[in-house]
């Protein structure tokens, strides 16, 4: 029988931290997901604050995944499917720097894993332009407010869950099926 690994911890920010909770939530060999903020100088900030684009913070979720079950390399391939990470300080129509795209590593082996894929990606030319997302040591991240926590699974109705969350999961479903929790 197979020992149960410790659950290592991805933090990642990708635009609006509703998508990418949507999506990790799907993944299988993810544990939990907690959307929050990260990033900044702000001790313990707002939604609000954040979105005024005067903390620093980006909106970020943070992944606790077995690494039994899936790499911290396939956490990140993901990662990069389900967002442009060639836009500086915008996803979409979200735009400010608390919407960048970046990964706030854990360790020096996450950074070198991290900084390694970009330029197989940048290699690749998958994109137009270049990766612009940041590689930044995580210091703090702060939990969201209760209400962002599941957002998407609790309010799929809402409009912008349909316009914007619903086609990512989507494609993301389409793209990663077989990394789906069955």
Partial sequence: MKQAASLEVATLAGGCFWCLEAVFREVDGVEKVVSGYTGGTTANPTYEQVCSGKTGHAEAVQV????????YREILEIFFS????????????????QYRSAIF?????QKAIAEELIAELNTAHLWRKPIVTQIVPLHTFYP????H????????????CQTVISPKLNKFRQQ???????
């Avoid at 590593?105 to 082996?109: G, I, L, M, R, T």
């Fill in 64 to 71: 606790s995944f077995d690494p039994l079950r899936i790499s």
């Fill in 82 to 97: 389900i967002h442009d990470p060639t836009t500086l300080n915008r996803q979409g129509a979200d735009v400010g720097a």
């Fill in 105 to 109: 590593y854990h360790s020096d082996q």
């Fill in 144 to 147: 969201a407010e209760d209400y």
């Fill in 149 to 160: 926590q599941g957002y998407f699974a609790q309010h799929p109705e809402h409009g912008y």
């Fill in 176 to 182: 990663w099926s077989k990394r789906l929790k069955q």
